[in-house]
């Protein structure tokens, strides 16, 4: 299979502990998103990675929340001290860098569903 | 700043007849449009694409999408339903001279009735 991956599918912790999640993004993908996804909602804009460059950040991204890309293929997002608030789906995304105007679409992996009890 | 209306939680199809689930946008400068949709427990599967060129878009399955910048809209189309078009569709911008950022909407859930 050379979609994105996530592991794990699901978390389930207590509120207070620190998670950490894994994306592996398509090999030859050097663009790499997470997004956050609540309950009839749509996926919200966390962060992005362009190659081990992590690029932008969305102010949803709280100091609790941490992401890294060292060597620009897998990437890791750790939430500290997890509060039942950050309860919902992390999905990953990968693409291709865009080449003059145009713009290439994410493919997503399946998503960790985070439950904080 | 970038938007996305999906005005429709929910529409109903039987199937065989055409469906048409409904995409409003608000951008600055020229948009770049998708359409994903997400299947129970799957992450999302992209669909297709407005970038430039002709507003008509044919896409996976069978979709396809018409751009229309008077209206901001980017309305998903299917000639012929099928029970397993059945799924959460969501509706995607990026405007060209903003970062990577897509901002998705709240989703249309599609039910097909046999």
């Known amino acids: 299979d050379t979609g994105v991956s996530q592991d794990p599918r699901h978390k389930i912790t207590k509120r207070g502990q620190n998670v950490t999640f894994r994306c592996d993004p398509i090999?030859?993908?050097?663009?790499l998103y997470w997004y956050r996804q609540t309950l009839g909602q749509g996926p919200e804009f966390l962060t992005y990675f362009q190659n081990e460059a992590q690029l932008e950040k969305s102010r949803l991204l709280s100091d609790r929340f941490s992401a890294e890309r060292p060597k620009g293929s897998f990437s890791t997002l750790e939430i500290q001290r997890t509060e039942q608030g950050d309860s919902a789906m992390y999905l990953c995304?990968?693409?291709?860098?865009?080449?003059?105007?145009?713009?290439?679409?994410?493919?997503f992996g399946p998503g960790t569903r985070l439950t904080v009890t | 700043a970038q938007s996305v209306a999906q005005p429709e939680d929910q529409v109903n199809v039987a199937e065989g007849n055409p469906l048409t689930v409904k995409c409003t946008y608000s951008?600055?400068?020229?948009?770049?449009l998708f359409w994903y949709v997400q299947y129970p427990n799957r992450g999302l599967q992209f669909l297709l694409k407005y970038i430039t060129g002709d507003n008509l878009v044919k896409g996976s399955y069978g979709f396809e999408a018409e751009f229309n910048k008077s209206q901001t809209s980017f309305h998903l189309k299917k000639p012929s339903a099928l029970v397993s078009d059945s799924a959460l569709y969501f509706c995607?911008?990026?405007?060209?001279?903003?970062?990577?950022?897509?901002?998705f909407g709240s989703g249309t859930r599609l039910s097909i009735r046999p």
């Open positions: 090999s030859e993908h050097n663009r």
């Open positions: 995607a911008v990026r405007g060209y001279s903003s970062a990577s950022k897509i901002i």
């Open positions: 995304a990968s693409s291709l860098a865009e080449v003059s105007r145009l713009s290439y679409e994410q493919y």
């Open positions: 951008v600055s400068g020229n948009p770049y």
